[in-house]
């Protein structure tokens, strides 16, 4: 379980975050939603540990994660998929899967996590040579998230994985992101496709101006009118 209580951050003297608090157990999609500038990538910059809380805590499963340095915090079973992917573009594809295993207890395990990517993303399989930067928008998408998942994390951060995609490669993308959650994995996701995220995802949380203004299960937010007025104010 992550827990995010009451959390302050932000840059220089600008604060973004205002006191949020929110709750992500394992098996569990859950989409942060909200206008530009309203908080939701400082969020997961934050639990990441790219960004220090300044006040308020953050833990998993009863560890404290604020104040680590990001790798610790990596160690401790979070993953960011930043905004951008972040793929080595000049490495390939099986590179990039050895990157994302370097987290993983053993050798042994790194065959295994890399079988499990394969089956998950079968398009890798006769393309583990090629370069990262030769993939498409969605492949580097997922060739992102298939990394981030060899490191075994406890939770996984999504920052806007749709974004610059074309529409249909987003649906391909959504249905992958509506199957990564696990007994023992949990998926915090940040979105501008506010309604494909919410078909995917457990529960949301609505930001603005850097606090969370509305939260419920995705199928009561589906209807609700207020999540277009968050935006819209
Ligand atoms: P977007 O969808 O536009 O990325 P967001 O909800 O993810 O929006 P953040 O990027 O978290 O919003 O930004 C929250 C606030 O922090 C905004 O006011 C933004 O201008 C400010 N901000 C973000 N990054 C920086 C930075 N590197 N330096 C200074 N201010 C920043």
Redesign the pocket.
Known sequence: MLSIDRIES???L?P?LRGVSLRVAPGEIVAVL??????????L?TVSGLLATRSGAISLNGRRLDGLPAHKIARLGVAHVV?GRGILPNLTIRDNLRLGSFLRASRAGEQEGLDAALDRFPWMRPRLGDLGGRLSGGQQQMLAIARALLGEPKVLLL??PSLGLAPKIIDELFEVIGRLATDDRAVLI?E?QVHRCLRVATRGYV?QR?RVVLSDSAEALRGDERIERAYLS
């Open positions: 932000g840059y220089g600008v973004a909200g206008p530009n500038g309203a908080g939701k990538s400082t969020l910059r905004e920052d806007e940040v501008q930001l850097g």
